[in-house]
């Protein structure tokens, strides 16, 4: 009996994670399960962190932050991993800056799967399996300026939440400001998400050109200087373009 309500609460949430945000009734018809039972599910889910209500609607249910923690210690064996590891720590070596591996969640966030410190007793902090929002952040905006049209659209169509005086909202300057990203191959964050807190990321991609992760250089805003973006700027592209050869054995 224990096993079966395992198997039925792995199930619902699988089901989340396919139809999120996904409401108690969505979930009852797609199981043929009473209700009560559907619900306590989702609750328990919940209480462990593996769901949460949406902010927008709570009376849709959403995956949790205990699912996108855990699928970073996933990755380690991954091609990705392996691949990004040993020119993270050569481009923290030449900068002395924290470096961010990061991955999207489809449209939803950017998670931190992987990270190398600098030496200074002063800097950004992001645990790993922290999410960010993908228009308000270096690494996410890396991440859209390489996705189809639609998928950016569709993004900006959810409403693009305003984190500081500085975060992109407006459509047209976010589309001008990816465009700008394809040209120069890597994206800026200047405290548009979180106060005092500078990165410059550059996308991974897949042999369709497909973004699968970001690398970025992330630093607090007293050390952030405008004269050496374009060096920034060339140093955390040229990592990501090895991890993008290495993960396809170039």
């Given at each position: 009996m224990e096993m079966k309500s395992v198997t039925r609460s792995l199930r619902i949430l699988e089901a989340v994670a396919q139809h999120q945000p996904v409401t108690v009734g969505e979930l009852t018809k797609l199981f043929g399960l009473p209700k009560s039972t559907v619900q306590r599910?989702?609750?328990t889910l919940a209480e462990a962190g593996w769901l949460r209500a949406n902010r927008k609607d709570t009376t849709r249910w959403e995956i949790g932050a205990r699912v996108l923690a855990v699928r970073p210690a996933a990755l380690q064996g991954s091609s990705l991993f392996a691949a990004a590891r040993e020119p993270m720590v050569r481009l923290?070596?030449?900068?002395?800056?924290?470096?961010?591996?990061?991955?999207?969640?489809?449209?939803?966030?950017?998670?931190?799967?992987?990270?190398v410190d600098c030496s200074h007793a002063v800097r950004t902090f992001h645990t790993?399996?922290?999410?960010?929002?993908?228009?308000a952040t270096a690494t996410g905006r890396a991440v859209l300026a390489h996705l189809p049209k639609q998928d950016v659209e569709e993004l900006i169509t959810q409403?693009?939440?305003r984190y500081s005086d500085a975060t992109p909202t407006d459509p047209d300057e976010l589309r001008a400001e990816l465009d700008r990203i394809r040209i120069d191959g890597y994206a800026v964050n200047r405290?548009?998400?979180?106060?005092?807190?500078?990165?410059?990321?550059?996308?991974?991609?897949?042999?369709?050109?497909?973004?699968?992760?970001?690398?970025a250089i992330s630093m607090p805003d007293s050390r952030y200087d405008a004269d050496r973006l374009p060096e920034w700027g060339r140093l955390v592209a040229d990592?990501?373009?090895?991890?993008t050869g290495r993960r396809l054995g170039a």
């Open positions: 599910t989702l609750v923290r070596d030449t900068v002395n800056e924290t470096i961010h591996l990061s991955v999207p969640d489809a449209l939803q966030c950017m998670v931190v799967v992987d990270r790993v399996g922290d999410t960010s929002p993908l228009h409403g693009l939440e405290n548009q998400y979180r106060p005092d807190v500078c990165a410059i990321a550059a996308p991974v991609l897949d042999e369709e050109g497909t973004p699968l992760a970001t690398v990592a990501a373009a090895e991890i």
